[in-house]
């Protein structure tokens, strides 16, 4: 059973370009979490999917990020006209439902030039 | 709101001394603990969780952790290190109620180092 799949694991982008992060969750499972980590900051929550739906996106910076998850296909972050602050690494997690164990995949690691 | 402290961003053991790692965490309903490992470049492992259940958990590679209600601890532990445990521990929260169902709240992270 395959994991969860992030690509690419390595994103260079320049600042005012557009960051497209991409997790495919494991077989089975519906319910998909963007994390971030930051230098000196940990990991910190961003936004929780399951299929078609935004369930909680609380800790989604206002402007500039979105998230998505359809009906087939992958779950993408976008991240528009990057800055350097968001270089950073992003993992996505997978769990069957939401009081289940998450999956976390190997991250994309984005640096901002 | 729940929040996790792990005590000590820094561990250093010798190979075969115990392993302890602390952390606790604050949670206003009964909550759900888990422990995870990150190897450099990579992404995170599930080591073990505790959901209400027994207090004493035992995962993966050696590691157990207690689940304490009186102290709002959940320490990990592990009786004889091994250099392939060095990596970087974090302890996460998450509940079952409101808008935060299911969303993992970390602590800081530990790096655990193994002497040889």
């Known amino acids: 059973n395959a994991g969860v799949m992030q690509n690419p694991r390595h994103l260079v982008r320049r600042r005012g370009q557009e960051a497209r992060l991409r997790c495919s969750p494991m077989?089975?499972?519906?319910?998909v979490y963007w994390y971030r980590q930051l230098p000196e900051e940990g990991l910190k929550f961003m936004v929780y999917?399951?299929?078609?739906?935004?369930?909680?996106e609380s800790g989604m910076p206002k402007e500039r990020f979105s998230a998505e998850f359809p009906k087939e296909g992958p779950s993408i972050l976008r991240i528009q006209q990057v800055v350097r602050g968001d270089s950073a690494a992003y993992f996505c997690?997978?769990?069957?439902?939401?009081?289940?164990?998450?999956?976390f995949g190997p991250g994309t690691r984005l640096t901002v030039t | 709101a729940q929040s996790v402290t792990q005590l000590g961003s820094h561990v250093s053991v010798s190979e075969g001394a115990l392993v302890l790692l602390r952390c606790n965490y604050s949670?206003?309903?009964?909550?759900?603990l888990f422990w995870y490992v990150q190897y450099p470049n990579q992404g995170l492992q599930l080591l073990l969780k505790?959901?209400?259940?027994?207090?004493l958990v035992k995962g993966i590679n050696g590691f157990e952790a207690e689940f304490k209600k009186s102290e709002t601890s959940f320490h990990l532990t592990k009786p004889s290190a091994h250099m392939s445990d060095a990596a970087e521990y974090f302890c996460?929260?998450?509940?079952?109620?409101?808008?935060?169902?299911?969303?993992?709240?970390f602590g800081q992270g530990t790096i655990l180092t193994v002497h040889p």
């Open positions: 997690a997978s769990s069957v439902g939401m009081e289940n164990e998450q999956y």
């Open positions: 949670s206003s309903v009964p909550p759900y």
């Open positions: 077989k089975g499972h519906s319910h």
């Open positions: 505790y959901t209400s259940a027994a207090t």
């Open positions: 999917l399951q299929k078609e739906n935004i369930i909680d």
């Open positions: 996460a929260v998450s509940y079952a109620g409101g808008t935060s169902y299911g969303k993992l709240t």
